[in-house]
């Protein structure tokens, strides 16, 4: 049988999944032209409130449902195959579920964006007019341009603004491919073309891979032997592997103990079967290196989803998966949803990164679906992580999945030692910068003496966190939003870092129109000038939102593996799984700024934050050195972290949250309501609030209710949140109020506007 006609649907009418905001499927006809051609997973265009919506077919039925008395007709079929394979297809309609998210919104949020012009490229009889043909085999080899200088512009010749950037980027560097100049550079052929004319740089026509991580070639890597505590957890997972068992691991083990090594040698097993595999890494940006290792193991032949890939790049990748011509897909959450054929493995590394979590939109948490997706594709699922996140760890111990331990480095290496060091006692060192204290100062000075590099870990970027008016003490703040504005020297404004708005740093004070200013704390930006004040030789550079968006992630790491920069000064950026040799010292310049947010997990995510960071020190032959600066060094979630203690901080905070009753020993549902006047917004919540109170579970404390409270961020982008908080132990009657709330969002609340999140982070 032609793959084209399995699971064709022969019925005369079709459910479509539309990307609106109903919890329900709606029912068309099927157009004689189209029998046979509409399969359970294809994308259709179809009439909805007189708009042209692009749906998915769910399923068929023969008529039509009770009390409808016609339907209208699909108006054509969007993708030449499903985009959604049956396995993907049962997944999402059970991920829409669980989360109480309409189902047609859930499929847009998983599928690529629908071909170029598909919607105006139908034709009478309800196909797709002829594409141009798609682009080879491969997942994205295309052919560009290589683009060489060939001498400097002479005297007299007028060149345009990109022709200038064109020649900018070759200054450096002895080539460049058209696709590097596309993102900045509009019509970029164009202008290549233009210098090409004026002898200024010449080009040739190259099979080159644009996609940045496969740029530059790979040679192929030799296993290491695995270690004794690798090759335990490399057996249990294969045998689950070979036995088709859809067992979940959770794999815990140091940073750097060799838990890549363990994911490659698990998905190595995969492709021997010919079965499929997703690895899911928190921020597919900052791991270029990880990818490499994907590369040197198995080649060219994975996909790596990510998000600088253009709408043809993602659909070729996308098909390539599901025709089972690639079977390995890396990529951050939303690779989740990649196509993989005969799925028999899911890696989530670095599980419990918040980034998992989707925070707008379909609010899903990639780390939990990966389990559901997994049992229901009958896989192997593996969480790996050096600071598992409390709910994990909790499954393990309660024996839902199975514990792998590597407790030691790989390589023999020793955890570094962690310095704490209390700024109550330890005020300004000797550069009399209040962040930079005697002992941090000392050990920045030991290191750069010995020729080696250091990182220093500051959550804040900007050059302070926020300033107030010399005149009458008020913060200067957001007009959309209630936060503090955050002052960004180099350019000379103050910053919302929630809706960016920006006004000059010298205006006069909104309140009392005095123009002086108190810089209140300190930023990366400040930080930064700091070092190179106290360490004038030093070569420092900054990562964070701010320069990622300039330079690029991949460039600033660069700088700092080739050695072309001594100190690192950044973000939460910086504690991510960079592996570099040369850095034998980790500076965290406030360890409390995490444990300052109004959240159950502040305390979690400060461990995770500091132990991460101070994975980082010291991976080679050179012993590592953390110098931890804190207000609070006798909080567990610090003092625990310098002693890598994950065992003994796990058996606290779970304690903690069942006096209090969080999770993993509740569930929680929160709904978020907004509006543009701050009344409507409550009285929206209040309306909910009393609706849910309906509900005998309520009455009787069974699910708690709370709120409704402003959000922690009262006032975004001029808009007013208001929030109402659902918990309880027991998730069937949490579900049952969810949904009578649910069912009165769905009749509406307008101006205000409710969604719902499951499972809120
Ligand atoms: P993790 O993912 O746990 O942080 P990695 O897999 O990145 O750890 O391993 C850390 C380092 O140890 C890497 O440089 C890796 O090449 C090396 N390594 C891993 N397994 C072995 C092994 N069995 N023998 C020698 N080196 C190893
Ligand atoms: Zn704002």
Not at 84 to 106: C, D, I, N, S
Not at 128 to 141: D, F, K, M, T, Y
Not at 585 to 608: C, I, K, Y
Request: contains cysteine; glycine residues 8%.
């Amino acid at each position: 049988m032609p793959d084209s006609a399995l699971g064709a649907i022969a019925s005369a009418y079709v459910e479509v999944a539309l990307p609106v905001p109903l919890r329900r499927v709606f029912t068309y006809g099927v157009p004689d032209s189209l029998r046979g051609a509409l399969r359970c997973g294809s994308r259709v265009a179809v009439s909805f409130n007189r708009r042209k919506l692009a749906g998915v077919v769910v399923s068929g039925r023969d008529d039509l449902p009770d009390g409808v008395e016609r339907a209208l007709r699909v108006a054509g079929i969007l993708d030449s195959e499903p985009v959604f394979t049956p396995e993907l297809l049962r997944f999402l309609e059970q991920a829409a579920k669980y989360y109480m998210h309409p189902l047609g919104e859930v499929l847009r949020a998983a599928a690529p964006a629908l071909p170029t012009g598909a919607m105006k490229r139908l034709r009478a009889d309800g196909f797709l007019e002829a594409e141009e043909s798609l682009p080879g085999q491969r997942v994205a080899h295309h052919v560009t341009w290589q683009i060489r200088a060939t001498g400097n512009a002479p005297e007299g010749v007028r060149l345009g603004a990109r022709q200038k950037r064109v020649l900018e980027r070759l200054r450096d560097r002895d080539s460049v491919l058209l696709e590097e100049l596309r993102p900045e550079i509009s019509d970029a052929r164009g202008v290549v073309r233009a210098l090409a004319d004026k002898g200024l740089v010449d080009f040739e026509e190259i099979e080159a891979n644009p996609d940045p991580f496969f740029r530059t070639p790979i040679a192929r890597d030799v296993p290491p032997p695995p270690t004794s505590a690798q090759q335990h957890a490399i057996e249990l997972i294969n045998d689950a592997i070979l036995d088709q068992r859809p067992e979940a691991f959770l794999l815990h083990g140091v940073t750097g103990s060799g838990k890549t090594e363990v994911y490659l040698r698990a998905i190595d097993e995969v492709r021997r079967e010919g079965a499929g595999a997703i690895l899911l890494v928190p921020e597919i940006a900052l791991t270029p290196q990880l990818v490499g290792r994907f590369r040197a193991r198995f080649g060219d032949e994975i996909a790596v989803l990510h998000s600088g890939l253009t709408a043809r790049q993602r659909q070729d990748a996308w098909q390539s998966l599901r025709r089972g011509r690639i079977t390995v897909a890396i990529g951050a959450r939303s690779a989740l949803f990649a196509p993989v054929t005969n799925l028999r493995l899911i890696v989530v590394d670095e599980e419990h990164d918040p980034s998992f979590k989707q925070d707008e939109g379909f609010r899903y948490h990639a780390r939990d679906m990966a389990l559901l997706r997994a049992q229901y594709a009958g896989a192997v699922c593996v969480l790996g992580s050096a600071t598992p996140s409390i709910e994990t760890y909790h499954r393990a111990n309660a024996g839902k999945m199975r514990l792998l331990s590597l407790p030691a480095r790989a390589t023999g290496a020793t955890l570094p030692s962690v310095e704490v060091v209390d700024l109550r006692r330890h005020r300004r060192g000797p550069t009399g910068h209040p962040l930079l204290s005697r002992p941090l100062y000392g050990a920045l000075h030991r290191c750069l003496d010995a020729g080696h590099q250091a990182i220093l870990f500051l959550n804040r970027r900007g050059f302070s966190p926020s300033v107030r008016c010399e005149g009458c003490g008020a913060l200067a703040e957001c007009p959309a939003c209630s936060v503090a504005l955050t002052e960004h020297r180099s350019q000379n404004v103050l910053r919302c870092h929630y809706c960016d708005f920006r006004r000059p740093l010298v205006a006069p004070c909104a309140k009392c129109g005095a123009a002086d200013y108190q810089h209140l704390g300190v930023g990366t930006e400040q930080l930064h000038h700091a070092i190179e004040e106290s360490f004038p030789k030093a070569r420092v550079a900054r990562l964070d939102r701010d320069t990622a968006a300039g330079e690029g992630v991949e460039a600033v790491l660069d700088r700092l593996r080739t050695g072309a920069v001594d100190v690192l000064v950044g973000t939460q950026m910086v504690t991510k799984g960079h592996d570099i040799a040369g850095v034998t010292l980790v500076g965290v310049v406030l360890a409390d700024q995490s444990l300052a947010f109004p959240d159950f997990r502040a305390s979690e995510r400060t461990f995770q934050l500091l132990a991460q960071v101070a994975g980082r020190a010291g991976r080679a032959d050179v012993p590592g050195e953390v110098i931890l600066q804190t207000f609070q060094p006798e909080h567990p979630a610090i003092r625990l972290a310098a002693q890598h203690d994950y065992e003994q901080f796990y058996a606290e905070e779970v304690r903690n949250r069942e006096e209090v009753g969080y999770p993993p020993f509740a569930r929680l549902v929160t709904v978020r309501v907004h509006a543009g006047a701050e009344a409507t917004a409550r009285n929206a919540t209040q309306h909910l609030a009393d609706t849910a109170r309906r509900h005998q579970a309520i009455r009787d404390g069974a699910v708690q209710i709370l709120g409704p409270a402003p959000a922690p961020l009262a006032r975004l982008r001029g808009r007013y949140h208001y929030r109402l908080l659902l918990k309880s132990p027991d998730r069937k009657l949490l579900r049952q109020v969810a949904a009578l709330l649910v069912a009165r969002i769905d009749q509406g609340l307008a101006p205000a506007h409710a969604t719902l999140d499951v499972d809120p982070l």
